[in-house]
């Protein structure tokens, strides 16, 4: 039987008694995903999975979202590897606060993470939770926050003068800067989530570049608030990482930072996108 153990302060959720490396029967099926819609991170210890098993999980929960600037795994085009060897100096992938592609004009509804290798210290991933963050505003910052739009774009992360682009030490992820990067999308600074019908905030620091129609000055000004208000602490659910375990997380309701912390040791995930919507 699968059973859900809710974290302890509100955010996030253990699943057990399933066994990933299979087929998920239809039952299994809808009750992760009601997990998932529920829960907005959720994750799996002891799965012991290979490429091919993390691939069909994706589509068996929908269809595999686009990963651009950063090369996929050899004969895996729709997984990434996040590798950083123990010597390496360079920036932890993924180390701010984001949403993942959120500069895409639909960006991938989800994130799936299986730990390979785990350090023994550090590399915990954050979540913050979106929906508690938007709820607990006044209602009047909610209603002027509404019909706000906000600009993404992945220039700071890949654009030709990022910090991806001007780090010249050695790394092992295959990460490509691009003029591409500099593009940038309007999306609602609150959407609305398709399935739980929940508003959550839509920004992060590392995609978030403005806000449409505003000067850049009133847009920081606002953008820094939120992003402060939305990682606070009683948002954030901590994960811990051991090897085989298999997270996902809902990147229209939840942000999420990777700690690093393990100079010294190895780590290396995969993983994959699930598509998702355009933002409403
Ligand atoms: C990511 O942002 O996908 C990386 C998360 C992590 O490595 O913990």
């Known amino acids: 039987m699968i059973e859900i153990a809710a974290q302890a302060h509100g955010f996030g959720a253990?699943?057990?008694?399933?066994?990933l490396s299979r087929p998920l029967t239809p039952d299994a099926?809808?009750?992760?995903?009601?997990?998932?819609t529920r829960h907005s991170v959720i994750f799996f210890a002891d799965q012991a999975l290979a490429i091919e098993d993390l691939e069909r999980l994706t589509l068996e929960l929908g269809a595999f979202g686009e990963d651009p600037f950063i090369a996929p795994m050899d004969g895996h085009a729709h997984v990434m590897e996040v590798r950083r060897e123990a010597d390496?100096?360079?920036?932890?992938?993924?180390?701010?606060?984001?949403?993942?592609?959120?500069?895409?004009?639909?960006?991938?509804?989800?994130?799936?993470?299986?730990?390979?290798?785990?350090p023994p210290v550090g590399g915990d991933t954050l979540f913050a939770d979106g929906y508690r963050a938007f709820e607990a505003l006044s209602a009047t910052m909610q209603a002027m926050l509404a019909p706000?739009?906000?600009?993404?774009?992945?220039?700071?992360?890949?654009?030709?003068?990022?910090?991806?682009?001007?780090?010249a030490r050695p790394r092992s992820m295959k990460i490509e800067v691009s003029p591409e990067a500099e593009k940038s999308i309007v999306h609602p600074l609150v959407r609305t989530h398709p399935e739980s019908g929940r508003k959550a905030l839509f920004v992060n620091p590392v995609y978030t570049v403005g806000i449409e129609g505003m000067e850049a000055e009133e847009a920081s000004a606002i953008l820094n608030f939120l992003f402060a208000h939305m990682t606070q602490d009683r948002f954030v659910y901590r994960?811990?990482?051991?090897?085989?375990?298999?997270?996902?997380?809902?990147?229209?309701?939840?942000?999420?930072?990777?700690?690093?912390?393990?100079?010294?040791h190895r780590r290396v995930m995969r993983r994959t996108t699930l598509a998702g919507e355009r933002p409403v």
Not at 14 to 19: L, P, S
Not at 31 to 36: G, N, Y
Not at 148 to 167: E, F, I, N, Q
Request: proline share 3%; charged share 20%; hydrophobic share 45%.
């Open 14 to 19: 253990r699943v057990q008694g399933v066994d």
């Open 29 to 36: 099926l809808a009750t992760v995903k009601d997990a998932f």
């Open 88 to 118: 390496e100096k360079t920036l932890v992938f993924g180390a701010a606060w984001h949403s993942d592609w959120s500069f895409q004009a639909s960006p991938p509804a989800a994130t799936i993470l299986y730990g390979e290798v785990i």
């Open 148 to 167: 706000l739009r906000a600009v993404h774009s992945a220039r700071r992360a890949y654009g030709p003068r990022s910090a991806y682009a001007t780090d």
């Open 239 to 264: 994960h811990h990482w051991a090897a085989e375990m298999l997270i996902m997380w809902d990147n229209r309701c939840a942000l999420h930072t990777a700690e690093g912390g393990y100079d010294g």
